[in-house]
């Protein structure tokens, strides 16, 4: 729903329209109905949420519990109120290493490669990360072991240890990680354009170096685990083949001694605000495409405006049928892939992101062409069509995202963890099902300025087809890795 579609797809479908002849162009008549068009869809079904029982243990500890007894399995997933927003200052890298190690590195009651032995024996899972404002502990096993597991689980959360060799083999990735992000370009534009619509020292947009790598110990690990993971700072569901009262009975005797001392620490959210709009560029020799991206700070998932803004997104930059996809690759045969989206943020503000890639000859053609399209969404309704194309896009969409436990119960917990109403889903289905061609006008107006946009474009503009500086005044960003600083000498 929130993400831009798949280039590979868009690729893979473009090739194949290539591919096929054309046909020679009929006579003007007046078009004839076609069948298809006679046809008329249905409502969709009510999608049906599972009955959630929410209990919360003496230890503060919240559970939402969902029985599911399609398959003999029991499935896990616990979220912590920290993550990368939670980071220390000059810590700049801590909750990765953290979401790494937290596995590999062990817990007080078995070893790291014990656990992966134990997991492989019976076909079952435990895994943790970090996310911007959480951290994760998930599992899953079969009903016939799940006393082996799910202490293991409870033990990644609560008690791991993060031995030394497996924080100097999470550095090691991470040092390896650094020195590689120049091999991909989108994975450079992105990192760049972040830091440009956010930041460069936003949490939602900072970059990790040698250096920072280097300041960290399995003593940061250690700290940040006590200060936040705490019970009553933490979002347990579990799902699957069993009964709620033996569950919660057995999840409070499993968690029993995981108490929370003292006040939970506060987390302040950091400030998003408006960067200046800008224009630039990143020099990438060996690249035989220029990587385009545009945009500008965006919304919260929760913001009213959302549902027109979404459908909006979708109408100029969302799959084949979009104005930007329709103007750059199928009128004037730029780019194999070209599109936007406007991505939310659960408790900040997210993104619009519009891009596109062409030879390096067709660079300011194709950047204009996108430009222009993103101006006129602001200057006249959209149509009929679009608007029935693009709901139906987002509720054929929305069926698909609650066609499994496994979505509904991620879904109910992140609406949990932000405080976001339990039937979210069904208001926003709701809200976008009113949207009128008045509404994307007016949204488009209010939220998408073009002359705040950030332009950043990635290649080798010697080939350019036209300066860059036809836009505005360029900026050029250097994305020289920085060298770790030599280890002091030894005494003698």
Same mark, same amino acid.
């Given at each position: 729903?929130?993400?831009?579609?798949?280039?590979?797809?868009?690729?893979?479908?473009?090739?194949?329209?290539?591919?096929?002849?054309?046909?020679?162009?009929?006579?003007?008549?007046?078009?004839?109905?076609?069948?298809?068009?006679?046809?008329?869809?249905?409502?969709?079904?009510?999608?049906?949420?599972?009955?959630?029982?929410?209990?919360?243990?003496?230890?503060?500890?919240?559970?939402?519990?969902?029985?599911?007894?399609?398959?003999?399995?029991?499935?896990?997933?616990?979220?912590?109120?920290?993550?990368?927003?939670?980071?220390?200052?000059?810590?700049?890298?801590?909750?990765?290493?953290?979401?790494?190690?937290?596995?590999?590195?062990?817990?007080?009651?078995?070893?790291?490669?014990?656990?992966?032995?134990?997991?492989?024996?019976?076909?079952?899972?435990?895994?943790?990360?970090?996310?911007?404002?959480?951290?994760?502990?998930?599992?899953?096993?079969?009903?016939?072991?799940?006393?082996?597991?799910?202490? $293991?689980?409870?033990?990644?959360?609560?008690?791991?240890?993060?031995?030394?060799?497996?924080?100097?083999?999470?550095?090691?990735?991470?040092?390896?990680?650094?020195?590689?992000?120049?091999?991909? $370009?989108?994975?450079?534009?992105?990192?760049?354009?972040?830091?440009? $619509?956010?930041?460069?020292?936003?949490?939602?947009?900072?970059?990790?170096?040698?250096?920072?790598?280097?300041?960290?110990?399995?003593?940061?690990?250690?700290?940040?685990?006590?200060?936040?993971?705490?019970?009553?700072?933490?979002?347990?569901?579990? =799902?699957?083949?069993?009964?709620?009262?033996?569950?919660?009975?057995?999840?409070?005797?499993?968690?029993?001694? =995981?108490?929370?001392?003292?006040?939970?620490?506060?987390?302040?959210?950091?400030?998003?605000?408006?960067?200046?709009?800008?224009?630039?560029?990143?020099? &990438?020799?060996?690249?035989?495409?220029?990587?385009?991206?545009?945009?500008?700070?965006?919304?919260?998932?929760?913001?009213?405006?959302?549902?027109?803004?979404?459908?909006?997104?979708?109408?100029?930059?969302?799959?084949? +049928?979009?104005?930007?996809?329709?103007?750059?690759?199928?009128?004037?045969?730029?780019?194999?892939?070209?599109?936007? $989206?406007?991505?939310?943020? =659960?408790?900040?503000?997210?993104?619009?992101?519009?891009?596109?890639?062409?030879?390096?000859?067709?660079?300011?053609?194709?950047?204009?062409?996108?430009?222009?399209?993103?101006? &006129?969404?602001?200057?006249?309704?959209?149509?009929?069509?679009?608007?029935?194309?693009?709901?139906?896009?987002?509720?054929?969409?929305?069926?698909?995202?609650?066609?499994?436990?496994?979505?509904?119960?991620?879904?109910?917990?992140?609406?949990?963890?932000?405080?976001?109403?339990?039937?979210?889903?069904?208001?926003?289905?709701?809200?976008?099902?009113?949207?009128?061609?008045?509404?994307?006008?007016?949204?488009?107006?209010?939220?998408?300025?073009?002359?705040?946009?950030?332009?950043?474009?990635?290649?080798?503009?010697?080939?350019?087809?036209?300066?860059?500086?036809?836009?505005?005044?360029?900026?050029?960003?250097?994305?020289?890795?920085?060298?770790?600083?030599?280890?002091?000498? +030894?005494?003698?």
């Amino acid at each position: 729903m929130m993400t831009p579609r798949s280039a590979l797809t868009a690729a893979a479908l473009a090739l194949l329209a290539l591919a096929t002849p054309a046909l020679a162009e009929p006579p003007a008549t007046a078009a004839k109905p076609r069948a298809v068009d006679r046809l008329v869809y249905p409502k969709l079904h009510e999608i049906k949420t599972p009955t959630v029982a929410r209990e919360t243990l003496p230890n503060g500890l919240r559970l939402l519990l969902v029985e599911d007894h399609d398959l003999p399995q029991v499935c896990f997933a616990a979220a912590v109120r920290g993550g990368v927003v939670a980071e220390p200052t000059g810590k700049t890298g801590l909750a990765g290493l953290f979401g790494e190690v937290q596995r590999t590195g062990g817990t007080t009651a078995m070893a790291g490669d014990a656990i992966d032995t134990l997991l492989d024996e019976l076909g079952a899972e435990v895994d943790a990360g970090v996310e911007e404002a959480y951290g994760f502990v998930g599992g899953k096993t079969l009903v016939e072991n799940l006393d082996k597991v799910l202490p $293991v689980f409870a033990q990644v959360l609560t008690s791991p240890v993060f031995a030394q060799d497996k924080v100097d083999l999470g550095k090691t990735h991470m040092r390896s990680a650094i020195a590689r992000r120049n091999d991909d $370009v989108m994975g450079i534009a992105s990192r760049e354009f972040q830091k440009l $619509v956010y930041g460069a020292r936003s949490p939602y947009a900072r970059q990790i170096e040698h250096q920072d790598v280097e300041g960290l110990t399995r003593e940061d690990l250690a700290a940040f685990h006590k200060a936040y993971y705490r019970p009553d700072a933490t979002i347990l569901a579990v =799902w699957g083949d069993f009964k709620t009262a033996g569950m919660k009975a057995k999840l409070a005797q499993t968690f029993a001694d =995981w108490q929370a001392t003292g006040p939970a620490p506060a987390i302040t959210l950091p400030v998003v605000a408006p960067q200046p709009p800008s224009l630039d560029y990143i020099e &990438k020799k060996d690249i035989e495409q220029t990587y385009i991206l545009a945009g500008q700070l965006g919304l919260r998932l929760d913001d009213p405006d959302y549902p027109a803004i979404h459908i909006m997104s979708d109408i100029l930059g969302g799959g084949f +049928a979009s104005r930007i996809f329709q103007k750059v690759r199928t009128e004037k045969g730029l780019a194999y892939m070209a599109g936007g $989206v406007m991505a939310a943020g =659960w408790d900040h503000r997210g993104a619009f992101y519009f891009y596109t890639s062409t030879k390096p000859s067709t660079t300011t053609e194709a950047l204009a062409a996108m430009l222009e399209e993103i101006k &006129k969404i602001r200057e006249a309704p959209v149509t009929d069509d679009e608007l029935a194309r693009a709901k139906d896009m987002y509720l054929n969409g929305y069926a698909f995202e609650n066609d499994s436990t496994l979505k509904i119960v991620g879904r109910l917990m992140l609406y949990e963890f932000y405080g976001y109403p339990t039937d979210f889903n069904v208001r926003l289905r709701d809200g976008v099902e009113r949207v009128t061609k008045d509404d994307v006008l007016r949204v488009a107006r209010k939220h998408l300025i073009p002359d705040a946009l950030t332009i950043l474009a990635v290649g080798r503009q010697e080939q350019f087809d036209k300066p860059l500086s036809t836009f505005g005044k360029v900026t050029t960003i250097d994305i020289t890795i920085p060298e770790p600083n030599p280890a002091p000498a +030894a005494r003698p």
